[in-house]
C-alpha cells in the first residue's frame, strides 16, 4: 500500500487528483498540505472537511484524508529576497537567476520535512492566480506583471521547489507535478519562466 502527499488539493485540479488518489485501492491514504484551517482530532471532522474542501461526498473515501495546516511561516521564504519585483528593471534577469541560485542550495524547510515523514510519492498542484487575492492585491500595488510575478516566484516556483527538496530530503519514491504546456525558463519575466524554473528543478 502507497501513502501520497497532494499539495495544491483544493484546487481545480487537485480535487481531481485526490479523487483519483482515494478510490485507487493501492492508496491507504492521502496527506493533504493546505494553508486551510484543517479539522480538530476525530473522523466525523475530518470526513467533513474534505466534503467541504475537496469536494470528496464519498464518506469512506474521505476517511483515507489526512488534512495538515501548513502556515506562511513553515516555507521558511526569505521575505527580503521575497518582496515585490520589478520586472521591467534592467538587471531583473541576473537578479533573478541569483535568487533562484539561492534558493536551490537552501536546505528543505524542517516541516515541511516532518510531514513528508512516511509519504511515498508527492503530487503538487499548487499554484498561484490571477484570480487569487493576494494576486489581485500585489497587482494594485504595483502593476499587472509585478504583482503576477510576485506571487508565481513565490508560489509557483519557491514553494514547489522546497516541496521538492522536502521530497527529496525525506527519501519519497517520486514527485509529480502539474505544469503548464507553455513554461519556459529562458522567457524572462513572463509567468512561464517561473513554470520553467521549477521545472529544471524537478526534472
Ligand atoms: N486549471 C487548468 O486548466 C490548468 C491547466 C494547466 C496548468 N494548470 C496549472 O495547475 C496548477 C493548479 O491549477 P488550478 O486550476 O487547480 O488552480 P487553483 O484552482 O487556483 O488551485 C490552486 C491551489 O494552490 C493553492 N495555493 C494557491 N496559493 C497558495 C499559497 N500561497 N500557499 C499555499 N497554497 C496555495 C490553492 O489553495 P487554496 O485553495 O487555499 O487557495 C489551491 O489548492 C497551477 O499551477 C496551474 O498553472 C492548470
Redesign the pocket.
Known sequence: MVTCLVA???????QQIVRLLVTNMAVSSVVVL???AVPAAGEAAAVAWAREHLGLTDNELAKKIIAVHVSEADWEHDDASMSALDVMARDFAVREQAWLQTLLQTPAPAALVQVMNGVDVVFT?????RA?SETQAAQAATSYHEGFATWLRR??CS?NIKLAQAARAANAKGLVR???MSSNAKQFGTPEQYWGWCESFHT
Open positions: 495544491g488539493a483544493t484546487g481545480a485540479v487537485g493546505t494553508r486551510r498542484a499548487m499554484g498561484s492566480s487569487n508560489v509557483d514553494q502539474v505544469s503548464a
